[in-house]
């Protein structure tokens, strides 16, 4: 189901999700249900596994603009 179907099937009542980040590469998923598991008893309509955007470092290079993308937290599971 979409967010958005979760909201309008909510009728007035306040909904409460969470967003987790992923664990990082090398962990195991296990890791990250370890985390799901607790809030499991506030029902959320989902949970959101967010990953970190990326962003883009400008580097001067004999003259040249050098674009570099970079994520604040690489190596993420998922």
Do not use: C, W
Request: glycine content about 6%; proline content about 8%; aromatic content about 8%.
């Amino acid at each position: 189901m979409k967010v958005t179907e979760h909201i309008k099937k909510a009728s007035g009542k306040t909904l409460f999700s969470f967003e987790v980040i992923p664990p990082q590469k090398g962990s195991s998923i296990q890791e990250l249900y370890n985390n799901i598991d607790p809030l499991m008893e506030f029902k959320p309509p989902f949970i959101d596994v967010t990953t970190s955007r990326e962003q883009y470092i400008y580097i001067e290079k004999d003259g040249l603009l050098d674009r570099k993308i970079t994520r604040m937290r690489p190596g993420t599971v998922g």
